[in-house]
């Protein structure tokens, strides 16, 4: 079981918006930054958030990060058939000196 | 542009052992860590452990400590993992992925495409 807490899944229509939670502790997401990963099945992942809320050169501004207290949330919004993918949120754990993922959430478009 | 070019897919007994490469260009690769993260079929990320380029520090997840080593060859700017007594639930993807050069691992910015590998009697 992942350390990290992600909903299975979520869906919503084209062009609406989503949000993705990724829910932790005092000793990862209460402490460290939060980076999160896009993957289409079969792939590598792909970063889309680092450090809660930057986002890398090329992943367009519909993709969002913040995080507060020991939780973090991905917006995506108008949402395209190609975002359906898996994703991810990852941090650092400070107790168990690892690096830990949430259990990934699959993006349906409807 | 950042390209991690992994080796090819391996088929392992249990008990053996194995050694994936994954092979950096484009970037400083002494400037920045490798970290490697595996996915089992069907399954979420894991992350396995991290090694410093530019001086080999390392840092593995509790579970992996005693059967995994992670070096770096740094005149041909390629990274190592081996795992050691293999067993059928390590069958899985095994990720190299960039990152910073300290232990406390938070971002990875360029992928490997991935070495499977599959452990079968």
């Known amino acids: 079981q992942s350390v990290l807490t992600q909903p299975p899944s979520v869906s919503a229509a084209p062009g609406q918006r989503v949000t993705i939670s990724c829910s932790g502790s005092s000793s990862n997401i209460g402490g460290n930054l939060v980076s999160w990963y896009q993957q289409v099945p079969g792939t590598a992942p792909k970063l889309l958030i680092y450090e809660d809320n930057k986002r890398p050169s090329g992943i367009p501004d519909r993709f969002s990060g913040s995080r507060s207290g020991t939780s973090a949330t991905l917006g995506i919004t108008g949402l395209q058939t190609g975002d359906e993918a898996d994703y991810y949120c990852?941090?650092?754990?400070?107790?168990?000196?690892?690096?830990?993922f949430g259990g990934g959430t699959k993006l349906t478009v409807l | 542009q950042i390209q991690l070019v992994q080796s090819g897919g391996e088929v392992k007994k249990p008990g053996a052992s194995v050694k994936a490469s994954c092979k950096a260009s484009g970037y400083s690769f002494s400037s920045y860590g490798i970290s490697w993260v595996r996915q089992a079929p069907g399954q979420g990320l894991e992350w396995v452990g991290w090694?410093?380029?530019?001086?080999?520090?390392?840092n593995y997840a509790q579970k992996f400590r005693d059967r995994v080593t992670m070096t770096t060859d740094t005149s041909t700017t390629t990274a190592y993992l081996e795992v050691r007594s293999l067993r059928s639930d390590d069958t899985a993807v095994y990720y190299c992925?960039?990152?910073?050069?300290?232990?406390?691992?938070?971002?990875?910015?360029?992928w490997g495409q991935g070495t499977l590998v599959t452990v079968s009697s």
């Open positions: 090694i410093s380029a530019s001086n080999g520090n390392t």
């Open positions: 990852g941090t650092w754990d400070s107790s168990l000196s690892a690096g830990v």
């Open positions: 992925a960039r990152s910073g050069d300290y232990v406390n691992v938070n971002w990875f910015d360029a």
